[in-house]
């Protein structure tokens, strides 16, 4: 498991200075900060010139430096394949994909790790509105093209010498080696947190009867997943949180633009469906949206019977992790309420478990 560091944002703020340096962004640079959630991000804007970049500050600890430069190689290939818009990577004055910042004094005394950072070109556009049913099954559409895209790209790319990404499996997920904690953290995280001497959360214990009904389905959900298999027809690299974040529409032009594949890694391809839906696994739109993926997905890619069958087996093991995280990252804003987002997830495992959903 990964070793989380809070936010600071006052650290953050000093190293993007120092992190410019390494850039050809004008005499005098601005940066405002946009969001922090994996990473924090920031909006870099030359005045002078009119140009403008996004500047992504990655946690440190969470990903080393060969990872990172891994998911750059992937998707400037994307883009040199024209498989799928992504935001170019703008390289240091060394020419280098990735820059890498040493801890100063103040932050190394919360973590001596390195810092990466890395500058794109600035995209515009906005996020899909999770309000707009009609505009949503539209853009899920085009994800399931995306996806299948992106699918059949990674399994004939011939990746470079040194490529490395991790695995998003049972044991990585929901299993003792979650990257993200446990699960059950986010459902303390819903009671309510209370500082500790050592800085770690100390809280009180969830419901125990929505503990033991999120216990069940996490088991229901591992044999599942074992007796499907990680063949390779439907296990490989995938982008993994192609979720409504990480999408830039431009109305204008009518363009979707995939970023941030800061997670992409080995898993199941329908994993890709699943994190499509994270923070909205509940609504009653659900299964339309999952409808559009998969129509346009097969455009491209076949989806077997026994595959189609997990669906519901992998937006569960989704949502379980996103409450793993959102126990794991208590700074991050992603819903409103922690602990509405565990009772919704307590009637989906419910749901799933009868063979509603």
């Not at 809070?6 to 962004?25: K, P, R």
């Not at 500047?55 to 430096?65: A, I, K, N």
């Not at 044991?171 to 993200?180: E, N, P, S, Y």
């Amino acid at each position: 498991m990964i070793n989380f560091v809070l936010f600071d944002q006052s650290q953050a703020d000093v190293m993007i200075q120092g992190v410019l340096a390494n850039y050809d962004c004008g005499f005098s640079p601005t940066m405002s900060f946009l969001c922090v959630s994996e990473n924090v991000t920031y909006q870099i804007d030359d005045h002078s010139t009119g140009r403008r970049w996004a500047l992504r500050l990655h946690r440190p600890g969470y990903l080393h430096f060969e990872e990172i430069n891994s998911e750059l190689l992937w998707t400037q290939a994307l883009r040199h394949d024209g498989v799928v818009r992504t935001p170019s990577v703008v390289p240091t004055r060394r020419g280098d994909l990735v820059a890498m910042i040493a801890p100063g004094p103040a932050a190394a005394a919360v973590c001596a790790k390195p810092r990466y950072a890395v500058l794109f070109d600035w995209v515009e556009g906005s996020s899909p509105k999770q309000s707009d049913t009609v505009g949503l099954i539209r853009r899920f559409a085009e994800l399931g093209e995306v996806a299948a895209l992106l699918h059949r790209h990674a399994r004939v790319w011939r990746r470079p010498s040194g490529f490395t990404r991790f695995e998003w499996t049972w044991r990585t997920t929901l299993g003792a080696g979650g990257r993200w904690g446990s699960w059950r953290d986010g459902m303390r995280a819903a009671v309510g947190t209370e500082p500790h001497g050592t800085g770690r959360r100390s809280v009180p214990d969830a419901d125990p009867a929505c503990v033991a009904l999120l216990t069940r389905a996490a088991v229901e959900i591992r044999r599942r997943i074992d007796r499907f298999g990680r063949g390779a027809d439907r296990f490989g690299l995938v982008h993994a949180d192609m979720r409504l974040a990480n999408l830039l529409v431009n109305e204008r032009l009518d363009e979707l633009t995939v970023i941030d594949f800061d997670d992409c890694g080995f898993t199941w391809y329908l994993y890709d469906l699943a994190a499509s839906l994270s923070f909205i696994e509940h609504l009653p739109e659900v299964s339309d949206l999952v409808d559009a993926w998969l129509t346009a997905y097969r455009r491209h890619r076949s989806v077997s019977a026994e595959e189609e069958a997990m669906v519901a087996t992998f937006i569960l093991l989704r949502r379980l992790l996103l409450l793993a995280w959102l126990g794991s990252h208590p700074e991050a804003e992603a819903v409103d309420s922690v602990k509405e987002y565990a009772v919704a997830s307590c009637d989906l495992a419910d749901d799933y478990l009868c063979g509603r959903r």
